[in-house]
């Protein structure tokens, strides 16, 4: 990219400003090819997924409430800003495959999400499907599609994904390490019957569980719905398909539940303690900007949209 402008340049603007390397053609082409696969792990992506989970598994809960609430979203934001703004013919031609791509992410995260009986290695496998949600809605913007009011939607969607997914799977990984902190463990058949000892850590898993899965009212139900939309407009077959992770997801989450907070009680948990005054306040609030986004998402919306609209209205 740098090459490519008649005086040398690394200042983005500059580069969204000339579209350098406009018309595509292979030059463009292996471009795209170098940022979208950089691109593709740091979100990531299937197959160039695999560090993530341990990562997450190895790593203390606040680092991964980081990793998951701010760095991944580097991979999502980097695709909108370099390739979809400096590449955008480009990324047209190709946007069916990475859309393709990403329907792969959504119903292999939640699939493998559904068979983890590691607490934390669950939640880190829906980040791989939350973050195929995202890069979907990416791919609509992107595509060929004369449905501008789609494609801007599905921007939309997929940026309010970002802030949701943020909120929603940082709170999570708090919550794994609330339980690790009180057990030394996040094997899920270790626990169970937990709602009566611990009301405050189950009311706050159970909202950040329904907000995960999309329920309306909630963060995550705002961004969905919004790229289902999109797709389903510019692709209805993907958007149908799509909707499989969402049921998945769906089943992962109340199987989850069941297993922390209901059944019985074991002895090893009798002096289980449920969340102290530092944990609630800091989930509160993470709780809280999940239920606002999802009531009253018009301010976060505005923004993004505007954003939008110079992105791709002209195209």
Same mark, same amino acid.
């Given at each position: 990219?740098?090459l490519?402008l008649?005086t040398?340049?690394f200042?983005?603007?500059?580069?969204?400003?000339?579209?350098?390397?406009?018309?595509g053609?292979?030059?463009?082409?292996?471009?795209?090819?170098g940022?979208?696969?950089?691109?593709a792990?740091?979100?990531p992506?299937?197959?160039?997924?695999?560090?993530?989970?341990?990562?997450?598994?190895?790593?203390?809960?606040?680092?991964?409430?980081?990793?998951?609430?701010?760095?991944?979203?580097?991979?999502?934001?980097?695709? =909108?800003?370099?390739?979809?703004?400096?590449?955008?013919?480009?990324?047209?031609?190709?946007?069916?495959?990475?859309?393709?791509?990403?329907?792969?992410a959504?119903?292999?995260?939640?699939?493998?999400?559904?068979?983890?009986?590691?607490?934390?290695?669950?939640?880190?496998?829906?980040?791989?499907?939350?973050?195929?949600?995202?890069?979907?809605?990416?791919?609509i913007?992107?595509?060929v599609?004369?449905?501008?009011?789609?494609?801007?939607?599905?921007?939309?969607?997929?940026?309010?994904?970002?802030?949701?997914h943020?909120?929603?799977?940082?709170?999570?990984?708090?919550?794994?390490?609330?339980?690790?902190?009180?057990?030394?463990?996040?094997?899920?058949?270790?626990?169970?019957?937990?709602?009566?000892?611990?009301?405050?850590?189950?009311?706050?898993?159970?909202?950040?569980?329904?907000?995960?899965?999309?329920?309306?009212?909630?963060?995550g139900?705002?961004?969905?719905?919004?790229?289902?939309a999109?797709t389903?407009?510019?692709?209805?077959?993907l958007?149908?398909l799509?909707?499989?992770? =969402?049921?998945?997801?769906?089943?992962?989450?109340?199987?989850?539940?069941?297993?922390?907070?209901?059944?019985?009680?074991?002895?090893?948990?009798?002096?289980?303690?449920?969340?102290n005054?530092?944990?609630?306040?800091?989930?509160?609030?993470?709780?809280?900007?999940?239920?606002?986004?999802?009531v009253?998402?018009?301010?976060?919306?505005?923004? =993004?949209?505007?954003?939008?609209?110079?992105? =791709?209205?002209?195209?």
């Open positions: 990219m740098y490519s008649e040398p340049s200042d983005m603007r500059l580069i969204i400003q000339q579209q350098p390397l406009a018309g053609g292979l030059y463009a082409g292996l471009v795209f090819f940022l979208m696969l950089g691109l792990i740091k979100t992506l299937v197959p160039l997924h695999t560090w993530l989970p341990q990562a997450h598994v190895d790593a203390p809960g606040p680092a991964s409430a980081i990793l998951a609430g701010v760095l991944l979203k580097m991979g999502t934001y980097g695709m =909108i800003r370099l390739p979809l703004a400096m590449l955008p013919e480009t990324f047209a031609r190709h946007a069916l495959v990475v859309g393709a791509i990403a329907l792969v959504i119903i292999y995260g939640a699939l493998v999400a559904l068979g983890q009986g590691n607490l934390k290695r669950r939640i880190a496998y829906t980040s791989i499907n939350h973050m195929g949600y995202t890069v979907l809605g990416i791919a913007a992107a595509s599609s004369d449905n501008l009011a789609a494609r801007q939607l599905a921007l939309t969607g997929a940026t309010v994904e970002m802030v949701a943020g909120l929603i799977t940082g709170a999570l990984f708090l919550i794994c390490g609330s339980f690790w902190y009180r057990t030394g463990s996040y094997d899920l058949n270790g626990y169970g019957g937990l709602a009566s000892r611990a009301p405050r850590l189950a009311g706050l898993t159970v909202l950040l569980a329904f907000a995960s899965l999309g329920m309306p009212g909630l963060a139900f705002v961004a969905e719905f919004q790229i289902f999109g389903f407009a510019v692709y209805p077959w958007a149908v799509a909707v499989v992770g =969402i049921l998945v997801t769906a089943a992962l989450f109340l199987d989850m539940l069941r297993r922390l907070f209901f059944g019985k009680l074991p002895d090893a948990l009798i002096e289980f303690k449920d969340l005054r530092a944990e609630l306040t800091v989930l509160s609030v993470l709780g809280l900007g999940v239920v606002i986004v999802g009253y998402p018009g301010f976060l919306l505005q923004v =993004i949209d505007n954003a939008g609209v110079l992105l =791709i209205g002209g195209r």
